[in-house]
């Protein structure tokens, strides 16, 4: 099982940058996919960012070219470097883990990851 805390959440103005943490402990899947959730009040939770063990990554249309997904392995953290940010960015921010699909691939769906952090909030005023 592993652990995962989200950190780097906060206020900032329209345009500017903020880097969220996602710290693992525990046992970590070998073949594992890593991704960065947010969901605003009355939405549903979407995936913005998915770190294949590979590095490969996915991001949704809305992040693209604004946010990056990265990670340090000898650190075991994951971070969402998050760029140019706009007030549709506010929401809490949940870090995610789970297994590789059976063709090596990564869910993007939030019920198909089964370890959650506690979320972190991500404002941007108007």
């Known amino acids: 099982q592993v652990q995962l805390a989200e950190s780097g959440g906060g206020s900032v103005q329209a345009g500017g940058s903020l880097r969220l943490s996602c710290a693992a402990s525990?046992?970590?899947?070998?073949?594992?996919?890593m991704g960065w959730f947010r969901q605003a009040p009355g939405k549903e939770r979407e995936a913005v960012a998915i770190?294949?063990?590979?590095?490969?990554?996915y991001y949704a249309d809305s992040v693209k070219d604004r946010f990056t997904i990265s990670q340090d392995n000898a650190k075991n953290t994951v971070y969402l470097q998050m760029n140019s940010l706009k007030p549709e960015d506010t929401a809490m921010y949940y870090c995610?883990?789970?297994?590789?699909?059976?063709?090596?691939?990564?869910?993007?769906?939030?019920?198909?990851?089964?370890?959650w952090g506690q979320g972190t909030q991500v404002t941007v005023p108007s």
């Open positions: 995610a883990a789970t297994k590789t699909k059976w063709d090596g691939s990564c869910p993007r769906g939030r019920f198909e990851y089964n370890y």
């Open positions: 525990g046992s970590i899947y070998s073949r594992r996919c």
């Open positions: 770190l294949y063990t590979t590095d490969g990554t």
